[in-house]
């Protein structure tokens, strides 16, 4: 097991939000402005001991953990009626014969089962038909293909972004095969697999 270590600034500003104001970044000692204070939310923020809503920064359960404090509202956690009675749904299903189906043993645990929090599916990427992005999808779905040259004059875009949105946002995020191939003494032509 690894133990966060935290430099004092770090340490300051994290119980100045969990003491004073319930976890709300709000306060940083003087000495820190500008960009060190970007620099200090970047690191406890990519370790995962604060998170944002968007407008303002928080104390992460990570960082009550680090800090030795008991994280907010673990003591207060609202059990529901299945829960409530798990020990005596338990002790009905063992002292039950095996091929006896309890119904209501079954209602409850479908009940249960019901308000588990599923995975969410992962979407699927989507572009629009009037973007720029989905006109270099379409010059690369043509049987010829279509040169850097040929984008960068459709798009406007510079080479090195056309490379660039072919491995980000083609290949990683929309999951495309793109294949490329150089006609002796032509210009290489790329296309989608």
Aim: hydrophobic share 40%; with cysteine.
């Amino acid at each position: 097991m690894t133990t966060t270590q935290l430099t004092p600034a770090q340490h300051t500003i994290l119980a100045h939000a969990v003491e004073h104001t319930s976890g709300k970044i709000d306060w940083f000692p003087d000495n820190i402005k500008g960009g060190a204070r970007k620099k200090v939310l970047d690191g406890l923020f990519n370790r995962a001991l604060i998170t944002t809503d968007g407008s303002d920064w928080f104390v992460a359960a990570e960082g009550y953990d680090v800090l030795g404090m008991q994280r907010p509202g673990l003591k207060k956690k609202a059990i529901g009626q299945f829960e409530a009675h798990l020990d005596q749904i338990i002790a009905n299903a063992e002292g039950a014969p095996a091929a006896t189906s309890d119904p209501e043993l079954e209602a409850a645990v479908t009940a249960a089962e019901s308000t588990w929090i599923q995975e969410p599916t992962q979407a699927k990427p989507r572009t629009r038909d009037n973007s720029k992005q989905a006109e270099v999808i379409r010059m690369l779905q043509r049987p010829d293909g279509a040169t850097i040259g040929q984008i960068c004059a459709a798009t406007g875009w510079q080479a090195h972004t056309v490379r660039g949105t072919f491995a980000g946002a083609f290949k990683r995020k929309l999951g495309l095969t793109i294949v490329s191939d150089k006609p002796q003494g032509g210009e290489r032509v790329y296309r989608i697999a």
